[in-house]
């Protein structure tokens, strides 16, 4: 079986993980091959779409018309995608595609009538077959509902809406962490919207990224015999629900028909040790030995010669100026390892357990645990996803504001966050990967942008090196740098992107407005008559500081571990509430640094002087 130069042994080759990913038979592989490679959609010899209107709305499925088996190697059938994209650039794309708007529209049942009022629904059944088939099983569950819109919504606000019950989710990854590699979003054509779903499904229905088209299909394949009978799926099909089989009435939420019903809220329990170590690889701590050793050795330094250096990256080794440093070949030889991965059994660049300081979902737990730093209130959805649902349906009950941001465990730049006040999107986004839902702040001190006279949301980005805890040393960088958002703040359309984010830098340049700490102090100040920043930059480096001890306060795994050898350098992200109040956002580790050192001659040979010279120079850092 071949087609031109690509045999099927290349198919495997490239594709094997993912046919056992998805539970695909191996039986299948060699029809699945085969369509694939002649573009074969030949689902519509084998099923029909059905539809029923009533009074509460349409109701599809998709029926066999003849009896099928699953090891039959040609019942495996593709399934295109209608549209794929990133659900941050999604509104940008129905606006420049009035025929993709026209689409979405029919396949999520949405029409220019719905947007403003009720349908008028009638009771009969409508075919796309001309033979008959029975109305669809009535254990089987319909998650196609009917579109409720606010009069103001338009018909691009009702898609981006609706399309949660219907997109689906696959990350093809080229790099460890890159553009390239985040997730994707997709909706399938118009047969594989239709398949119902079913506690008891009888197909399965799974992406595969099919690489020598560089695309995308849906395979459907069938689990149980099909006898001339509806087929469904389970739309909970996803590695959460498989981990934790007990959610699975909170992971079936987005496509509930009614209200989510308001139990009992659920007491949320401070994180355990078992919290900081489930999933995760642990970082090698030194031995006592180790420890005097280094201790030895690092009294005996010639601080007055050449630092040695060893490193991954030379953006800012090459901005040196004063401090005299020869790069090495071989780590052995070095004084210093300047490296930006994480190595977990290196002791030179990192502090042993840093993680609980800069993988979010655990300085989440670390702030909520000590009542330190001021964070706002996070979910570690992976862990705590019922106990985040309970504490948002609640609130919702309450008339509180429920806007939240949610971000991956670890990542930054931006990189697959959203903000969200709909609980069916932030339930569907844990399928793209761990995610952690943060509290929002809706009322941030905005900033009146010079260039464009927009009030925008900004944070700020400090530079914090550590070195020494227990007993904790740390310092401050007294310059730090602001990032803006582009647009007027507003909480109208929580998927602007320019209105909501303020990391640019990494996309388009020209939305960066680049300004320094005195000329940020000066208009701030203006701005806002009742900021004295001086008194401003004392909450923060408390909150700094707060963090930082809420980091050293328990031992390894829950906290930091102290070894001589190691200094730290942290990206941490400030934004300040309405009756300005700092609050902090993140800890990043080995930050990007070239704004600094682009801003600031001064920063590179700041940073190696406080870190491994013991040169404090208190005009230009400030301890915390």
Same mark, same amino acid.
């Given at each position: 079986?071949?087609?031109?130069?690509?045999?099927?042994?290349?198919?495997?080759?490239g594709h094997k993980d993912q046919l056992e990913a998805g539970g695909i038979p191996p039986e299948l592989w060699g029809s699945l091959y085969s369509k694939l490679m002649q573009q074969t959609f030949d689902a519509?010899?084998?099923?029909?779409?059905?539809?029923?209107?009533?009074?509460?709305?349409?109701?599809?499925?998709?029926?066999?018309?003849?009896?099928?088996?699953?090891?039959?190697?040609?019942?495996?059938?593709?399934?295109?995608?209608?549209?794929?994209?990133?659900?941050?650039?999604?509104?940008?794309?129905?606006? &420049?595609?009035?025929?993709?708007?026209?689409?979405?529209?029919?396949?999520?049942?949405?029409?220019?009538?719905?947007?403003?009022?009720?349908?008028?629904?009638?009771?009969?059944?409508?075919?796309?077959?001309?033979?008959?088939?029975?109305?669809?099983?009535?254990?089987?569950?319909?998650?196609?509902?009917?579109?409720?819109?606010?009069?103001?919504?338009?018909?691009?606000?009702?898609?981006?809406?609706?399309?949660? %019950?219907?997109?689906?989710?696959?990350?093809?990854?080229?790099?460890?962490?890159?553009?390239?590699?985040?997730?994707?979003?997709?909706?399938?054509?118009?047969?594989?919207?239709?398949?119902?779903?079913s506690d008891t499904p009888n197909v399965r229905v799974v992406p595969l990224y099919f690489i020598p088209h560089n695309a995308a299909y849906s395979v459907v394949f069938l689990i149980k015999e099909v006898a001339?009978? &509806?087929?469904?799926?389970?739309?909970?099909?996803?590695?959460?629900?498989?981990?934790?089989?007990?959610?699975?009435?909170?992971?079936?939420?987005?496509?509930?028909?009614? &209200?989510?019903?308001?139990?009992?809220?659920?007491?949320?329990?401070?994180?355990?040790?078992?919290?900081?170590?489930?999933?995760?690889?642990?970082?090698?701590?030194?031995?006592?030995?180790?420890?005097?050793?280094?201790?030895?050795?690092?009294?005996?330094?010639?601080?007055?010669?050449?630092?040695?250096?060893?490193?991954?990256?030379? %953006?800012?080794?090459?901005?040196?100026?004063?401090?005299?440093?020869?790069?090495?070949?071989? #780590?052995?030889?070095?004084?210093?390892?300047?490296?930006?991965?994480?190595?977990?059994?290196?002791?030179?660049?990192?502090?042993?357990?840093?993680?609980?300081?800069?993988?979010?979902?655990?300085?989440?737990?670390?702030?909520?645990?000590?009542?330190?730093?001021?964070?706002?209130?996070?979910?570690?959805?992976?862990? &705590?996803?019922?106990?985040?649902?309970?504490?948002?349906?609640?609130?919702?009950?309450?008339?509180?504001?429920?806007?939240?941001?949610?971000?991956?465990?670890?990542? /930054?730049?931006?990189?697959?966050?959203?903000?969200?006040?709909?609980?069916?999107?932030?339930?569907?986004?844990?399928?793209?990967?761990?995610?952690?839902?943060?509290?929002?702040?809706?009322?941030?001190?905005?900033?009146?942008?010079?260039?464009?006279?927009?009030?925008?949301?900004?944070?700020?980005?400090?530079?914090?090196?550590?070195?020494?805890?227990?007993?904790?040393?740390?310092?401050?960088?007294?310059?730090?740098?602001?990032?803006?958002?582009?647009?007027?703040?507003?909480?109208?359309?929580?998927?602007?992107?320019?209105?909501?984010?303020?990391?640019?830098?990494?996309?388009?340049?020209?939305?960066?407005?680049?300004?320094?700490?005195?000329?940020?102090?000066?208009?701030?100040?203006?701005?806002?008559?009742?900021?004295?920043?001086?008194?401003?930059?004392?909450?923060?480096?408390?909150?700094?500081?707060?963090?930082?001890?809420?980091?050293?306060?328990?031992?390894?795994?829950?906290?930091?571990?102290?070894? /001589?050898?190691?200094?730290?350098?942290?990206?941490?992200?400030?934004?300040?509430? #309405?009756?300005?109040?700092?609050?902090?956002?993140?800890?990043?580790?080995?930050?990007?640094?070239?704004?600094?050192?682009?801003?600031?001659?001064?920063?590179?040979?700041?940073?190696?002087?406080?870190?491994?010279?013991?040169?404090?120079?208190?005009?230009?850092?400030?301890?915390?």
């Amino acid at each position: 079986m071949e087609f031109g130069d690509y045999r099927f042994e290349h198919f495997l080759h490239g594709h094997k993980d993912q046919l056992e990913a998805g539970g695909i038979p191996p039986e299948l592989w060699g029809s699945l091959y085969s369509k694939l490679m002649q573009q074969t959609f030949d689902a519509g010899n084998y099923f029909r779409i059905l539809c029923e209107e009533t009074d509460d709305g349409r109701n599809w499925s998709v029926f066999a018309t003849r009896n099928l088996h699953p090891i039959d190697e040609y019942n495996i059938f593709l399934i295109d995608h209608a549209w794929t994209f990133r659900p941050q650039q999604a509104r940008e794309q129905l606006e &420049e595609h009035p025929q993709l708007v026209d689409r979405m529209a029919r396949l999520l049942d949405i029409t220019a009538v719905s947007v403003f009022s009720p349908f008028p629904f009638i009771g009969s059944l409508l075919t796309i077959s001309l033979s008959d088939a029975p109305l669809p099983r009535l254990e089987s569950v319909d998650a196609r509902l009917c579109c409720i819109v606010n009069e103001d919504d338009t018909m691009i606000d009702a898609i981006l809406r609706k399309m949660w %019950q219907y997109i689906q989710t696959y990350t093809v990854r080229f790099k460890p962490v890159d553009e390239e590699g985040m997730p994707v979003w997709y909706i399938m054509d118009e047969f594989g919207v239709r398949i119902s779903h079913s506690d008891t499904p009888n197909v399965r229905v799974v992406p595969l990224y099919f690489i020598p088209h560089n695309a995308a299909y849906s395979v459907v394949f069938l689990i149980k015999e099909v006898a001339d009978e &509806e087929i469904c799926r389970d739309y909970a099909d996803n590695i959460l629900a498989r981990r934790q089989p007990e959610w699975r009435r909170y992971l079936m939420m987005p496509w509930l028909e009614k &209200e989510f019903e308001l139990e009992e809220e659920i007491e949320r329990q401070p994180p355990d040790e078992n919290f900081f170590i489930s999933g995760r690889t642990l970082d090698a701590l030194p031995t006592d030995a180790d420890q005097q050793l280094a201790v030895e050795a690092l009294k005996k330094r010639d601080l007055s010669r050449p630092l040695r250096i060893y490193a991954d990256g030379l %953006q800012m080794i090459e901005s040196l100026s004063e401090v005299k440093y020869e790069e090495v070949c071989n #780590w052995r030889d070095a004084d210093v390892l300047w490296l930006k991965r994480h190595f977990l059994s290196v002791l030179f660049v990192i502090f042993p357990h840093e993680s609980c300081l800069t993988v979010k979902d655990l300085l989440s737990a670390i702030l909520m645990d000590q009542n330190g730093g001021e964070g706002p209130t996070c979910f570690n959805l992976n862990t &705590e996803l019922p106990l985040f649902v309970s504490y948002f349906l609640h609130r919702q009950a309450n008339g509180l504001e429920n806007i939240w941001i949610i971000k991956p465990w670890n990542l /930054a730049r931006g990189m697959d966050m959203f903000v969200s006040n709909d609980l069916r999107q932030i339930i569907r986004l844990t399928e793209s990967g761990p995610k952690i839902a943060c509290k929002y702040v809706e009322h941030p001190v905005l900033f009146p942008r010079v260039d464009n006279q927009c009030r925008v949301k900004f944070d700020l980005r400090y530079i914090v090196f550590v070195t020494r805890v227990r007993p904790l040393r740390a310092y401050v960088y007294n310059n730090f740098w602001i990032r803006f958002a582009l647009n007027e703040f507003s909480l109208h359309r929580l998927d602007d992107v320019n209105t909501h984010f303020t990391v640019f830098n990494y996309g388009d340049d020209t939305k960066v407005l680049q300004m320094e700490c005195p000329k940020f102090i000066k208009h701030i100040e203006e701005a806002h008559p009742c900021i004295k920043w001086a008194n401003v930059q004392k909450q923060i480096n408390q909150v700094l500081r707060n963090a930082l001890d809420a980091a050293c306060h328990w031992d390894p795994p829950r906290g930091m571990a102290k070894n /001589a050898q190691s200094r730290a350098m942290y990206g941490a992200d400030v934004m300040l509430k #309405w009756k300005v109040q700092p609050t902090l956002l993140e800890f990043n580790f080995m930050p990007d640094c070239e704004r600094a050192i682009n801003y600031y001659p001064d920063f590179a040979d700041t940073v190696f002087r406080t870190l491994f010279l013991n040169d404090i120079n208190p005009k230009l850092v400030t301890e915390i």
